[in-house]
């Protein structure tokens, strides 16, 4: 095999045949990789979790959830994730289906090891050269002061939130990350942790929202053989998996009150016991919480303890929507385009003047996700080169000029629009006009003369007199 194997990549092999995994298993440890096995689609979610594959191989055919559903999943995680398919049942409708759903190649059994290991080959590579061509572009962006870690944008509002991440990164303070759902707030602490002092240890992520209460606080802590029905082993929690390294709490406001408290603790004494223990661990983890919610709001409606609160919101950084963010929506657009249109493999470059006017004419309610699925869609439904105005959604229609949606024929059409229409909203104060667009008092000032606005208003005011 190629030098891939020699830095001991993480292989996860999931069958539902105990001796097909098995072997696999032997003969890929043989051959210099770490191998982790999973038994049906469930187990495999969980052990990536934790041993986080650099290659997943999987069977198709397995009960409950079969390899594609596996690997839809695991797509939702990591859609870089590269993904071999392997079965028994090799018709070509099953070969189509799984790399239509992004399977990074399909074989067949019996399996050829040496196709197997050619395919492993090949995975690897081209998930190391994505890496280094996304490690290639932070550089480039931090060294231009555009960008900070993955994170796309140069508009003043997201310099703001650079300028903050760099000075925290390597600090130990708890960070609370909030903003509107959908803004970025999980690559923005990711991009913390890589441009810190802990990026070499795990970065582990917990979805509070998505886990009854009861889940939440074994996720967290782990817990004790025998602590609950079903519990048959003792697992670590995502505080132990992520020792030495960054957790990253999404959604923390939808904590309950109890398990509040034990996270309270962690931070404070820097330890906590596995559910069904009562052994102290002590833990070194640097903590990054998220939210959509309104926390100080929660604290005072008794939902949220102030304690805790001030414990998490050491250091607060705001992700701003993508509606105050101007050409960013541009960026993102084109970097999206970029990536979908090399998934999908279609020749689409840009777009055409029509649509970037519909794109900097929506007000981005569902913020970067919104614009990430609005391309995709774009990109599949186009017919040439450039995106057309009709391959974007229909939603993407201009609105009222009540909102922050700008209708216009040309950039500066645009811009004086955003900014007249924005300062009736504010009653007039170009302060206030000023931070909603993310442009200085100043230059709303001298746009208002070049509009002859300013004059007009002064007549009016007089006139009123």
């Given at each position: 095999?190629?030098?891939?194997?020699?830095?001991?990549?993480?292989?996860?092999?999931?069958?539902?045949?105990?001796?097909?995994?098995?072997?696999?298993?032997?003969?890929?440890?043989?051959?210099g990789f770490r191998v982790e096995t999973a038994r049906d689609g469930a187990d495999a979610l969980d052990k990536a979790e934790h041993f986080s594959p650099d290659v997943v191989v999987t069977d198709l055919k397995m009960p409950g959830m079969d390899g594609q559903q596996l690997l839809e999943r695991l797509h939702e995680q990591d859609p870089e994730l590269p993904?071999?398919?392997?079965?028994?049942?090799?018709?070509?409708?099953?070969?189509?289906?799984?790399?239509?759903?992004?399977?990074?190649?399909?074989?067949?059994?019996?399996?050829d090891f040496d196709a197997l290991s050619i395919s492993l080959d090949r995975a690897l590579e081209s998930r190391a050269l994505r890496a280094e061509a996304a490690a290639l572009r932070r550089q480039l962006n931090t060294k231009e002061g555009t960008g900070f870690g993955g994170l796309i944008g140069s508009s003043p509002a997201m310099q703001d939130v650079y300028r903050v991440a760099r000075q925290v990164a390597s600090a130990r303070a708890t960070?609370?990350?909030?903003?509107?759902?959908?803004?970025?707030?999980?690559?923005?602490?990711?991009?913390?942790?890589?441009?810190?002092?802990?990026?070499?240890?795990?970065?582990?992520?917990?979805?509070?929202?998505?886990?009854a209460e009861t889940l939440l606080e074994s996720e967290l802590f782990g817990h004790e053989?025998?602590?609950?029905?079903?519990?048959?082993?003792?697992?670590?929690?995502?505080?132990?998996?992520?020792?030495?390294?960054?957790?990253?709490?999404?959604?923390?406001?939808?904590?309950a009150p109890a398990t509040q408290v034990k996270l309270l603790r962690v931070l404070q004494e820097k330890t906590f016991e596995r559910v069904g223990g009562n052994e102290p661990i002590k833990?070194?983890?640097?903590?990054?919480?998220?939210?959509?919610?309104?926390?100080?709001?929660?604290?005072?409606?008794?939902?949220?303890r102030e304690d805790l609160y001030y414990r998490l919101n050491v250091v607060a950084v705001e992700m701003p929507p993508l509606r105050v963010r101007g050409n960013d929506v541009l960026q993102l657009a084109n970097f999206f385009l970029?990536?979908?249109?090399?998934?999908?493999?279609?020749?689409?470059?840009?777009?055409?003047?029509?649509?970037?006017?519909?794109?900097?004419?929506?007000?981005?309610p569902g913020n970067v996700r919104e614009i990430e699925n609005a391309v995709e869609r774009a990109v599949v439904m186009a017919q040439g080169e450039l995106v057309e105005a009709q391959d974007l959604p229909g939603e993407l229609a201009p609105a009222p000029a009540s909102g922050v949606r700008i209708p216009g024929s040309s950039m500066a059409d645009i811009e004086k629009h955003a900014i007249l229409t924005t300062l009736d909203a504010c009653g007039g104060s170009t302060a206030k006009a000023a931070e909603i667009l993310g442009i200085s008092v100043r230059t709303i000032q001298y746009?208002?003369?070049?509009?002859?606005?300013?004059?007009?208003?002064?007549?009016?005011?007089g006139a009123q007199a």
């Open positions: 095999m190629a030098e891939a194997n020699d830095i001991g990549a993480r292989i996860l092999v999931v069958d539902d045949e105990e001796a097909a995994r098995k072997g696999l298993q032997k003969l890929l440890s043989l051959d993904v071999i398919v392997v079965t028994a049942f090799g018709d070509v409708q099953s070969a189509v289906n799984a790399m239509r759903a992004g399977a990074h190649n399909f074989l067949n059994k019996p399996l960070v609370l990350i909030t903003g509107e759902s959908g803004t970025g707030k999980g690559e923005l602490a990711k991009a913390i942790h890589e441009h810190g002092d802990r990026k070499d240890q795990p970065f582990v992520t917990l979805h509070c929202a998505s886990l053989k025998g602590a609950f029905t079903g519990a048959d082993k003792r697992r670590e929690g995502r505080f132990e998996v992520a020792a030495g390294g960054t957790l990253f709490l999404d959604e923390v406001g939808e904590i833990v070194d983890v640097r903590l990054i919480a998220a939210t959509n919610a309104d926390l100080a709001q929660a604290v005072r409606d008794g939902r949220f970029a990536r979908y249109a090399k998934e999908n493999g279609k020749h689409v470059t840009g777009f055409t003047e029509e649509a970037r006017h519909q794109l900097l004419s929506h007000a981005w746009r208002l003369h070049d509009y002859g606005v300013a004059k007009r208003r002064d007549k009016r005011r």
